[in-house]
């Protein structure tokens, strides 16, 4: 995260001592969004942005169908470095990734109502898979848990890199794709997909301000670890 925000600063910076006519949001739109579009065509489904990090998963009925969906998603991680590490924002300046995959049984929740707010949780033992394989990948690794190594195993190729994780360097075609279906929200459900906007989103969006939503502040971070609270406990 530091590292990103650091990227983030010096990229700010000197976007602003050259007067560019690009801000930063929109250059990083525009990165994110090509990774959005990779994910779709392979399949998965955007549902986190959590700081510099995107979060998405693959739905499986069963553990049988879940090999051939990990695939799908080690195939579509191949892909996004191979277009977008080390990838060229503005002059002199460039973003790289890595990548964790995990895989078995996720938990989503609805959470919260305080305040007409709410939040959508994505939990379980494979974001905590992602989580260790991450801490073992290196700008433009592809990083496979243990558990969803087992699943690809027969077709894909890769090395060791700790605690029982691989490094993703080749994988076999899983057949044919099925492109993620667009979404379309009907108006009686707008109040409700409200409630997940953020307020100084909302209020923005009432006021018509819908072309730009950056803004430069100078702001404090404060990261909290509450190691006993997981999957597992009740809400």
């Not at 990165?31 to 510099?52: H, N, R, S, T, W």
Request: aromatic letters at 6%; one cysteine or more; proline letters at 6%.
């Amino acid at each position: 995260m530091s590292e990103y925000l650091e990227s983030l600063a010096s990229l700010t910076s000197q976007l602003i001592l050259r007067r560019a006519n690009e801000d930063p949001a929109r250059m990083l739109n525009r990165y994110f969004g090509q990774m959005i579009e990779l994910i779709g065509a392979y399949g998965g489904d955007v549902v986190k942005f959590a700081g510099d990090a995107l979060i998405a998963t693959w739905r499986s009925p069963d553990e049988a169908a879940m090999a051939a969906q990990v695939t799908h998603v080690g195939q579509c991680a191949l892909l996004m470095p191979a277009r977008l590490h080390n990838h060229a924002v503005s002059e002199g300046q460039r973003l790289s990734m890595k990548l964790a995959v995990g895989a078995g049984e996720v938990l989503s929740e609805h959470l919260g109502g305080v305040l007409d707010r709410w939040e959508f949780l994505v939990a379980g033992e494979p974001l905590a898979q992602v989580g260790q394989a991450n801490h073992h990948a290196r700008p433009g690794d592809i990083v496979v848990s243990a558990q969803a190594w087992r699943l690809i195993a027969d077709r894909a190729s890769g090395e060791s890199c700790g605690e029982d994780n691989m490094r993703l360097v080749h994988i076999g075609p899983p057949g044919a794709l099925a492109p993620s279906s667009p979404l379309v929200p009907h108006p009686e459900t707008a109040a409700c997909l409200r409630a997940f906007i953020p307020g100084a989103i909302r209020a923005r969006l009432d006021a018509g301000h819908t072309d730009w939503l950056g803004e430069l502040r100078r702001i404090s971070l404060m990261f909290i670890n509450l190691p006993d609270f997981h999957a597992d406990t009740p809400l």
